[in-house]
């Protein structure tokens, strides 16, 4: 089968921030790709103009890349059966993953690239200093400990019980599994929950780290509006019912919407009563507007929630600690699957956030105003700069949820992407194969950043023509 092109170009992560002329940029990335084996040998490349829709590039940069490359022996073109990376075809090692989100990560940061794609604060705050300088004057006390606790260290799994109590959530100890970060959480519940081809069900569209980690799993994804509106029908007759459902009840990404209290209970009752394990991710629950509301954690409606929780984007990104709280025996389940991997987290990560958890809130709360200063700040660029595209407002979280007027937003992210803006294209974060015409961008950056990013993107989207590509833009002073 030919490779996707928009698979490929998702692979190809951020191939034309560098300088020089666009084939000789795609060439490169294309040939790393195949000296590292994620494009093996026999593999059908996608037809010159198919990929060059993909990238939003003239066909002739595709050509003269693809001759590149056939000249250093990596790839065989012949008429009649297309393109193929030089080879035989053989099996292969697993694909690893494609999604841009995961792919922004691995790449060198580029100064003259401004990435909206990824959010997360940009810095640790000085609190989080403070919770490690008391940290490590309890670690210097630490005797009779080896360090390994894979369920988590029993000071987090008490500070972490505590945060949902508060809630109005009780919970023990014993219902919490430290992990490092909400990205493993979700792995964990992947592999304990889900067999190959089992059901799924998720919104559409979604975090784009949570369709990664049930595709792992060789998930078959159903999808449903967010809130999974229409879950009760969707699991009857009981042999449809899913092995998972995946929310984000609270700021849900990409969308920003908030699950009514109403509904949250509605919710929590079908799926108890279905017996469908429900996974709330509840990253991003803590960070609401000034003024804003937010009902209870879906788990105080249902005893067999699953809830899973991050500081990740309330605190900082490079703090990885994270856990899901759940059913003791859920719990004691993915110890044993956790210890397999890892042994444990990260001790003084783990005193440390021990140490912010019971000022979490408050922390939030002192950065809410700030926020949303900045996602006024980017709506109104957007309004002033690109009054035709639509940034509804939300009412917490971190990014908008922007629809393109024509044209789509995977083609669009290569366009901005050459001027100098890494945006995250809707289609990865649709397990229905919709969203195309949307794109995610977070408000994180501060205002002149934000002004510069619009600027970029207005320009983007002017040489974009519209949505009808017109062909390789013309030469720029600044290459990205």
């Keep these: 089968m030919t490779t996707d092109p928009a698979e490929l170009a998702d692979r190809l992560g951020r191939w034309s921030s560098g300088r020089g002329p666009l084939y000789l940029l795609l060439a490169a990335r294309l040939r790393r790709l195949v000296d590292d084996g994620e494009l093996r040998p026999g593999a059908a490349l996608p037809p010159d103009r198919a990929l060059a829709s993909a990238l939003a590039v003239g066909r002739g940069t595709v050509v003269a890349a693809y001759e590149q490359l056939r000249v250093e022996g ?222 209870p954690p879906l788990a105080a409606f249902g005893d067999t929630v699953i809830t899973v929780g991050s500081l990740s984007k309330s605190v900082w990104g490079g703090l990885r600690v994270g856990w899901i709280r759940a059913a003791k025996p859920v719990i004691a389940r993915l110890a044993r699957l956790r210890a397999v991997h890892d042994l444990g987290g990260n001790f003084p990560a783990q005193l440390a956030a021990a140490e912010l958890l019971p000022r979490l809130e408050t922390l939030c709360q002192d950065m809410a105003a700030d926020r949303q200063a900045r996602h006024d700040h980017l709506r109104a660029q957007l309004a002033r700069h690109l009054p035709q595209w639509q940034a509804p407002p939300v009412p917490g979280g971190q990014t908008l949820w922007v629809r393109l007027p024509h044209g789509d937003g995977d083609s669009f992210a290569q366009t901005a992407l050459r001027h100098g803006v890494a945006v995250l294209p809707g289609s990865g974060l649709d397990a229905s194969g919709g969203s195309k015409e949307f794109i995610r961008i977070h408000f994180l950056a501060d205002p002149a950043t934000l002004t510069e990013a619009v600027r970029r993107l207005a320009t983007a989207w002017e040489a974009y023509g519209g949505g009808h590509y017109r062909g390789d833009p013309a030469p720029r002073s600044m290459a990205v």
Aim: hydrophobic share 40%; proline share 11%; with cysteine.
């Design 74 to 295: 990596r790839i065989v073109r012949r008429q009649g059966s297309g393109t193929r990376v030089a080879g035989p075809v053989r099996p292969g090692p697993r694909e690893t993953t494609g999604a841009p989100v995961f792919l922004h990560l691995l790449e060198q940061q580029a100064d003259d690239v401004i990435l909206l794609a990824c959010a997360a604060p940009a810095e640790p705050p000085p609190v989080l200093l403070t919770a490690y300088e008391r940290a490590l004057s309890q670690l210097a006390a630490v005797t009779g400990d080896i360090g390994y606790h894979p369920s988590g260290h029993g000071r987090l799994r008490r500070a972490v019980a505590d945060h949902y109590t508060r809630r109005g959530v009780p919970t023990d100890p014993e219902q919490v599994l430290v992990t490092n970060g909400g990205q493993q959480a979700l792995s964990l519940l992947a592999r304990a929950f889900v067999e190959p081809g089992g059901r799924v069900l998720v919104e559409t569209p979604t975090y784009p780290g949570a369709l990664e980690a049930f595709g792992e799993q060789a998930a078959s994804l159903r999808t449903l509006p967010p809130g999974l509106d229409g879950f009760e029908a969707a699991i009857r007759p009981p042999s449809r019912r899913p092995e998972l459902a995946y929310v984000v009840s609270t700021h849900h990404n990409p969308t920003g919407s908030v699950l009514p209290p109403l509904a949250r209970r509605r919710f929590a009752a079908a799926a108890a009563a279905a017996e469908v394990p429900l996974v709330d991710d509840e990253v991003l629950a803590h960070l609401a507007f000034p003024g804003q509301e937010t009902p």
